[in-house]
């Protein structure tokens, strides 16, 4: 159990999908404007209830016949069941509607734009693709549906997150899942995600070594590999064609800044702290505590290797993906259970700077123009980021899959926690609970143990306090398609072939030139117009979030 619920929880970094950069317009509703939420719906609104802000319209609305609505999630892994499962049945009940989840690809649904039969809601990633910057184009404004159908709405959101995805016409059309604003952070119910991890079994026999500075960090792995020739001294996550936990991992432990003094872009894979830990990281490969293992896995192989205790260490990133595996391990070899420490840390005294999900969060939902009842579309935002709507879709119905006690903290039955620990499919299939995310947040997580596996409850009372916001470094790549975009990405993926080549270095004479190839490829690439450009939107960021 975590030393304290109100101040723990979690879901892990997910891998981010991208839209395709080209953006087709055409037969997208017209020209751009604000987007008024004109009904499509035979029956208007105005006749089925009245407005009142202190309730959500959902329980004033006198519609009988059930609203059908077509929802494209851009997204082929995501469940297009509805309503057979305790959540979606309720949502189903509470709305009165049904929903036909059609899923696809950036092709298809740029297909879809092209083809202009549009669907009633669209869930997309990347809200600054073209797709998400021409909203006013093709979706109605939140605003403009919230004052016209349910300015409830207004009670439930959250105004922080609301400003940042407004657009240029002052108005917001799309509101995401797990975005966290300034006062998440401050709030210390947002729970780190990254860890330093030891087997507990290892970590006791070798006297609890420490790992904070490169001298000791060096030192206690030579310890594992003499001790433990079978095992892996140090792994980390599939580093697959980016960096893994090697680059903007390892820089937030470090609390490599965020910018330079001057309040400009700082390119923190120079920074000379990182740079030396990334040479420690080299001199730990050439001892034989990193296998070539590391580099070549995929998550599959990484994940079998976690199941079966195979790392005696691991920078490890998204605990809550890997905590099934964790778990695995953990039951098997209770004595041997991964444990967060204190791993590489600064060598110059800055402080621990873990990051977590942004204010732009993951998914965006928008309501296109095509909306056959808009009224209806609101109160399916307000209801799911109601604290109604977020006890439902994390713990569904109260008495029947969970209870909750006088601090308000919420247990699992004892059918239910049995059928998630022994048959995770039927738990999915049957009740769904934490599934369905399009307007989750971790906050609503940590009311109850039961939301996470018990082998990190310890991973996340260690990262306490040592989370911070990297609010100001969200969406300031280059815009897509113009030549610093293509710059930056050919530049991403230098650095990304250029860490692996200094960290599997075979002395310091290779380490170095990989260093300079990609400080050369900087010059040869377009680096100073695109820290101008990087330079200008963290500018703009700031004032979106009152920093000065």
Known sequence: MFKSLNNASNISKLGFGLLASTFILTACGGE??????????????????????????????????????????????????????????????????????????????????????????????????????????????????????????????????????????????????????????????????????????????????????????????????????????????????????????????????????????????????????????????????????SFADDSTGFAEKTKTGKYATMILDGTVQQSGNLQIWSNSNPDGVYIAVDGPASTVGNEITLNQSGISGWMTTYVTKQISDPAKAIQIFTYLLSEEGQLLVNYGIEGETYTKDEDGLITFTEEIKEMQQSDADRFKKEHRMGEFIFFAHDKHKVLSSDSFQPAIHQMMEWGEGKLYPHFILENTAPDQGTQEARSLTNIETQWANSLISMVRAGNETEFDAALETYKTFLDENNWESIVEIRSGKIAENKEKLGIE
Not at 178 to 194: A, K, L, V
Not at 204 to 220: I, R, W
């Open 32 to 293: 751009e404007t604000g987007g008024e939420a004109n009904s499509n719906d035979d029956t208007a609104a105005e006749t089925r209830y009245e407005l009142d802000a202190t309730t959500p319209a959902w329980k004033l609305d006198t519609k009988e016949e059930t609203t059908e609505l077509t929802w494209y999630v851009n997204a082929d892994w995501w469940n297009k069941d509805f309503g057979t499962d305790t959540v979606t049945k309720k949502i189903k009940e509470d709305l009165n509607i049904d929903i036909e989840f059609i899923t696809g690809d950036d092709t298809k649904l740029n297909t879809l734009f092209a083809g202009g039969d549009m669907p009633d809601l669209i869930t997309t990633f990347d809200p600054n693709s073209e797709i998400g910057k021409k909203a006013n184009s093709w979706a109605l404004s939140l605003n403009d549906l919230a004052d016209q159908y349910d300015p409830h709405f207004y009670e439930v959101y959250a105004e922080e997150t609301f400003n940042w995805f407004q657009l240029e016409d002052g108005k917001t059309y799309g509101y995401p899942n797990y975005s966290n604003t300034q006062e998440d952070y401050n709030s210390g119910m947002i729970p780190t995600t990254t860890a330093f991890v030891i087997r507990k079994d290892i970590y006791d026999a070798l006297g609890q070594p420490e790992f904070n500075t490169p001298e000791k960090f060096l030192e206690s792995l030579d310890k594992i590999t003499t001790e433990y020739p079978e095992l892996h001294a140090l792994g980390f996550n599939e580093v697959g064609t980016g960096t893994g936990p090697l680059g903007n991992t390892l820089q937030d432990y470090l609390g490599v800044p965020l910018e330079t003094e001057d309040g400009d872009f700082y390119n923190r894979n120079l920074d000379e702290d990182y740079l030396l830990w990334v040479e420690t990281l080299n001199e730990a490969y050439r001892n034989g505590a990193i296998s070539d293992d």
